[in-house]
């Protein structure tokens, strides 16, 4: 049996993304939708999205953040004798405050879940690709633009980008391509908490990306073979991000 496996797939990117691999890719059996809110509301738009593609999407309910989070993704994938096409690692959590206001079980759970469950998923299951296999690890444009008051989630996606290229390499003897995707302001749950919480006026003005046009655009750039995806306007704010020295971006980025 060929998967693609989605993480965060009960909402906002990551319900696209499991959405628009079954359309791109009919050959593949199952796509497995990972997330730890599959028994409350929030998985309605995964419902829908299941309505779509009809008795291909299978859900599991496991957290990124549990320290056996890979292990058991593995043995899910050994117990169907299942080979991974598609990987798309995109669960993450986000909370504002500074260190001097931040309980450090928040800044924690970010770590565990935006940085150890990504790379323990890579881990565990990097053997199991079929050859021209993808991964997918969806950054963030916040990577280039350490922000206060989202300090560690920044950083933790400043991770991701630059683990992700040297893993870009590293896979490649087993056929496996790794492509990044930096997406900017997409209306999320994560988002909408992150603006309650920092009553943000700069981030509420900032721009948002369509959903659907990130997805498409990241999935054809696996496809491709591509190392970095960052479609439309935030492509430019990211070069320009990388220019600037970080002290200034840190300045520029403050939320408030």
């Not at 690692?89 to 405050?97: F, K, P, Q």
């Not at 770590?111 to 296999?133: H, K, M, P, W």
Request: aromatic share 8%; net charge positive.
């Amino acid at each position: 049996m060929r998967v693609g496996i989605v993480t965060g797939a009960s909402r906002g990117i990551g319900a696209v993304f499991a959405d628009r691999l079954g359309q791109l890719r009919p050959d593949l059996d199952e796509i497995w939708c990972i997330s730890r809110s599959y028994n409350d509301d929030s998985s309605s738009e995964a419902a829908e999205h299941s309505r779509t593609q009809g008795s291909r999407l299978r859900y599991l309910r496991l957290d990124q953040s549990d320290d056996d989070f890979g292990d058991k993704l593995r043995n899910r994938v050994e117990r169907h004798h299942a080979t991974i096409v598609y990987l798309i690692l995109n669960a993450a959590y986000a909370n504002y405050g500074d260190v001097n206001t931040q309980d450090f079980s928040r800044a924690d759970q970010m770590i565990q879940t935006n940085i150890r469950g990504t790379v323990a998923a890579v881990y565990s299951l990097n053997d199991l690709f079929e050859e021209d296999g993808h991964i997918i690890l969806v950054s963030s444009i916040s990577a280039v633009a350490p922000t206060p008051g989202l300090a560690v989630y920044t950083a933790s996606k400043a991770f991701i980008r630059h683990w992700g290229i040297s893993l870009r390499d590293e896979l490649r003897p087993n056929g496996v391509t790794v492509t990044i995707c930096y997406p900017g302001k997409v209306k999320t749950k994560a988002l909408r908490d992150v603006v309650k919480q920092a009553k943000s006026v700069k981030l509420r003005l900032m721009p948002e990306q369509n959903l659907s046009y990130l997805v498409e655009r990241t999935l054809r750039a696996a496809e491709s073979g591509r190392a970095e995806v960052a479609p439309g306007l935030y492509g430019l704010v990211m070069a320009l991000f990388k220019a600037v020295p970080k002290r200034v971006v840190a300045r520029l980025a403050r939320l408030v």
